[in-house]
């Protein structure tokens, strides 16, 4: 995998893009024989002996009883089929979340208590597992001549993934320590603009390089990327992150594990197939040949459905489950 410095050659993704988001093709290219919507898995917390509380209801409970129902929550990933059964509501190719769990309008999404005491929590946007990234990728090198060559694209808006000039880093790490010289230096770090009106912005490291951070980007509407050569086969190995440019190094300074962040589109160089985990979206598009979409589909370790070109993946789109 390597950084390429000149994003021209990803030029034709944009042609095929829509200028609005009206359907998925805001971010996934039109003109493919047929399209797959994985969706990514979600969350589900259940107590041995009761419903989960709501949000109202935790409020209300004595310190002693929260903390005795926390340390009996079991938790587990769970699929949109088994959520909507949970919520008497219907999955199918157009699906929304906050449907599938039936969220009034003034209430969150994110997290909803099924008729039977479950806890559901949303999937994430724009990205899945290392795992379930290489069950498709399995498929992916399957469906092209070109397994071993093809380009990987990062949305550069992931906080630390770029560096840039600034006053503070766009994240930080949390540090607990007694040591007066980490305090001062902490002090020093803090942005303060009435005590330093004359503090110039500096160069505000990343997780890649200040000539990866600086060069040109990959634009396409409404989304600039980092672009770099990438084959295929890689991402079939859950590991790819331990040999991916942009792997959080970072990170793993603090303490944290290997990760590296999702590529937001994935393509092999004959352009058989197109891979999109958009930043806003809770399923990853696949576009591609009849026979890969279904195999993509087929694959019990995946919760996968078709859907034509020109679908609606928009807030509103769930007519079904209104």
């Known amino acids: 995998m390597e950084w390429i410095a000149n994003p021209s050659i990803a030029a034709w993704l944009r042609e095929q893009l829509d200028e609005g ?3 998925m093709h805001g971010v996934v290219p039109r003109g493919y024989p047929a399209y797959a919507r994985v969706f990514h898995p979600a969350d589900v917390r259940s107590l041995p002996d009761r419903p989960v509380p709501t949000y109202a209801e935790w409020e209300k409970l004595p310190s002693e009883e929260t903390a005795r129902l926390v340390e009996q929550f079991v938790d587990a990933p769970t699929t949109w089929a088994d959520t909507a059964a949970a919520f ?13 769990v039936r969220t009034p309008a003034d209430e969150d999404w994110r997290s909803r208590v099924s008729p039977d005491g479950r ?3 949303a999937p994430m946007e724009g990205e899945l597992s290392p795992a379930h990234l290489a069950a498709i990728a399995e498929h992916l090198v399957v469906h092209t001549r070109a397994p071993d060559a093809g380009f990987a694209a990062l949305w550069e808006g992931r906080g630390g993934l770029v560096g840039f000039f600034g006053e503070t880093p766009s994240r930080a790490f949390l540090t607990f320590t007694d040591d007066p010289n980490h305090q001062a230096m902490l002090n020093r770090s803090t ?4 005590n330093n009106v004359f503090r110039k912005p500096t160069w505000q490291e990343g997780i890649l390089s200040r000539e990866i951070s600086e060069g040109a980007r990959l634009q396409l509407p409404g989304r600039d990327h980092v672009l770099f050569s990438a084959a295929p086969r890689a991402f079939a190995d859950p590991q790819w992150v331990l040999d991916a440019p942009w792997r959080d190094r970072i990170g793993e300074e603090h ?3 290997p990760s590296a962040q999702h590529p937001n589109i994935l393509w092999p160089e004959d352009r058989a197939w197109v891979m999109v985990s958009e930043i806003d979206f809770d399923s990853t598009i696949v576009a591609g040949s009849a026979d890969l979409v279904r195999a993509i589909c087929d694959d019990p370790r995946l919760e996968a459905m078709p859907i034509a070109e020109g679908a609606d993946l ?3 789109a769930d007519e079904l489950n209104r």
């Open 21 to 23: 988001y009206s359907s």
């Open 88 to 100: 008497g509501t219907v999955l199918h190719p157009l699906a929304q979340w906050q449907r599938i």
């Open 119 to 121: 806890e559901f929590t």
């Open 191 to 194: 942005h303060d603009p009435f």
């Open 255 to 257: 303490g944290f594990a």
């Open 314 to 316: 928009t807030w509103d």
